[in-house]
């Protein structure tokens, strides 16, 4: 096995936008007294560091398991079919002994960091989520559910563990469910590449029932719900000026994504670049919206 085969199984690249939300999702977790009060510098660094670490394994197995079931429909599909799994570049036993290996660390982990129940639905969701597309519609929102945990468990770590209070368990609710709305929107996206195919394999998609055109404009009414559930998190905790002031960034290049999201319901044509740039560029706008607003709490 080559270690380039093996590089493009885990897609690193795909991984970026998932960090950046989490390095947000956390910048925003110590604005927050209930975290920040009782979190000191030595407890924060290990919970970010034992977070990363199970973010990348969880990462590797969701990718993996994914390829994994997906891989004969891959050999049939023009876009995948380069893939490294249909081409055997990598065994498929292989495979499925790193998605296994890599789902018990991260469970580990979680274990770790005192959230092992989410772990454990987070797993399930991950392995169950490949099949969504064969059974429903929502298999696009099963991908932003698993976001929505990631963020969960993140939050629920840097508070030190799963017992959090109500007040604020919907705060990263919220916060999770921006992001699980926007993942889900680009994921909307991504799938009118393949219309045609899944329209022939009997596959469930958005763009496959309703068309590219319904699609796009579907996909954009997730992202701008998922921008509202992040500004109601400044509203619903209270927390002034500073916030709204973060908001600009992501309202930029969420105003951005929407005339791209345009352009391809007119066009009728998947674009993978967009998908990868609307992902970067927003979860890069909430990085540097948050930065803002630790400014805005320091001061």
């Known amino acids: ?24 999702s956390t ?3 110590f604005c927050l007294p209930e975290i920040s009060q009782h979190l000191s510098m030595q ?65 580990l982990l979680c274990k770790t960091l005192g959230v092992l129940s989410l772990g454990i639905l987070a797993t399930a969701v991950i392995i169950i989520y490949p ?18 945990l990631a963020i969960l468990m993140n ?19 919220l916060w999770g469910g921006s992001v699980g709305m926007i993942i889900a929107a680009n994921d909307i996206i991504y799938a009118i590449q393949d219309i045609d195919f899944d329209k022939t394999e009997g596959l469930f998609s958005i763009p496959a029932y309703y068309g590219a ?19 109601s998190v400044g ?16 309202l930029i290049v969420i105003l951005k994504v929407l005339t791209e999201y345009r352009k391809i319901g007119k066009t009728k044509r998947g674009n993978k670049k967009v998908f990868f740039l609307a992902n970067i560029g927003i979860a890069l706008s909430f990085l540097i919206g948050m930065m803002v607003f630790l400014i805005t709490r320091l001061c």
């Open 1 to 24: 096995m080559k270690l380039n085969s093996f590089f493009h199984l885990i897609n690193f690249r795909y991984s970026i936008f998932s960090i950046l939300f989490l390095s947000a």
């Open 27 to 29: 910048l925003f977790a």
């Open 43 to 107: 407890q924060a660094l290990r919970t970010i560091a034992l977070g990363a670490c199970a973010s990348a394994f969880a990462r590797t197995a969701g990718i993996v398991i994914n390829q994994s079931v997906d891989c004969f429909i891959d050999e049939r599909n023009p876009r995948t079919s380069l893939r490294v799994l249909p081409t055997k570049s990598i065994s498929l036993r292989f495979a499925q002994a790193l998605s296994l290996i890599s789902s018990c660390i991260f469970l």
């Open 131 to 148: 099949y969504m597309k064969r059974k429903t519609l929502l298999c696009h929102w099963g991908l932003g559910l698993i976001y929505t």
């Open 155 to 173: 939050f629920s770590a840097l508070a030190g563990g799963e017992h959090l209070s109500k007040s604020f368990y919907f705060l990263a609710l």
């Open 213 to 231: 055109k319904r699609a796009a404009n579907i996909a954009a009414l997730c992202l701008i719900l998922g921008y509202f559930l992040y500004l």
């Open 235 to 250: 509203w619903v905790d209270s927390l002034g000026w500073g916030f709204y002031l973060s908001s600009i960034a992501p």
